[in-house]
C-alpha cells in the first residue's frame, strides 16, 4: 500500500485509531477541488496536503497582492502579482512532490461549474461571494458531490457539509435560499477579517472535509451532513445548529435535476 516513506511521513495518523491505515490509504486516492486559494482556501489547502490528500485541485482567477499576506499563509512577497491559482499549486508541489495537483486560473460561475466540479470526491469552497458558492452548490448536488462550506465575516465562522443529491440531506441554497444569486457582497475588503481567525475556521473546514472523505474507511468518517458550526471568535465559542432540507429548494428539490428523483422518493 505505502511506501516506508509515506508510512513515515503519515504515521501520526495511521496510528490514531479515528483514521488508521484504511483511512489514510482512502485520504491517499481522494480528489479534492478547492474552488478559491485565498483566506479560507490557503489554510484549508495547507491542512488538506499536509493529511495526505492524493490529488488537489485549486480554482482562483484573482493575482496575489500585498494586503493578502495577512491570512493567505501560502504566499510570500515575492508572490505579488502573479496568480494565485499556480503559486498555490507551486506550493503544494514543493511540500508534497506525489500530490497529483492542478491549477484552474479561471473565475467559476454557472458555465464552468459542472465542468470543474465533475469527478471530484469532494468539493471545499471558501470563496469569497454568494453567487459563486451557489453556483458550485448547484454543480455540486447535479454532479453528486459532496460539498464543504467555509465562510468567514469578521469573527463569525461558519462549516458545514453540504450533499444536496442524498435523500433528506440538505444542499448550501436550502441554507441560504436564492437571494444572493446575482450579489458580489460581504467580501473581506469591506469587512476586514484578522489572519488568525480565518485560518482557524479554515482549519475546521479542512477537517469536516476529511470526515467526508473517510466515509465508509474510518470512524471518523461521519460526514456530519447538514450541521452548520457557527465559530464566534470573540469569545470564542462554537455551536452547532441542523439545516434541513428546503423541499422547495432551486438547488437539489423536487422539481430539478430529474436524475436524482429515485433518491428522494425511496
Ligand atoms: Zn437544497
Known sequence: MFGPDRLDRFARHIVLPEIGGAGQ????????VLIG???????????????GIGRITIVDSDRVEASNLQRQTIFAASDIGEAKAEQAASWVRRFDPEIAVEARNLRIDRDNAAQIVAGADLVLDGCDNFATRLAVSDACVAAGVPLTSVAVGRFQGQVANFA???????????????????????TCAEQGVL???????ASLGA??????LLQGSASLGDPQW?????????????RTIRVTRDPACRG????VAPRHSDDRTA
Open 37 to 51: 486559494a485565498g483566506g479560507v482556501g490557503s489554510p484549508a489547502m495547507q491542512n488538506l496536503a499536509a493529511a
Open 164 to 186: 444536496g443529491h442524498l435523500p433528506g440531506i440538505a444542499c448550501y441554497r436550502c441554507w441560504v435560499g436564492d437571494a444572493f444569486d446575482a450579489d458580489d457582497c460581504d
Open 195 to 201: 489572519g488568525a481567525f480565518v485560518g482557524m475556521v
Open 25 to 32: 490509504a482512502r485520504l491517499a486516492q481522494a480528489h479534492v
Open 226 to 238: 447538514g450541521q452548520l458550526h457557527l465559530i464566534d471568535g470573540l469569545k470564542p465559542s462554537l
Open 207 to 212: 477537517m469536516q472535509a476529511i470526515r467526508v
Open 252 to 255: 437539489c428539490g423536487p422539481d
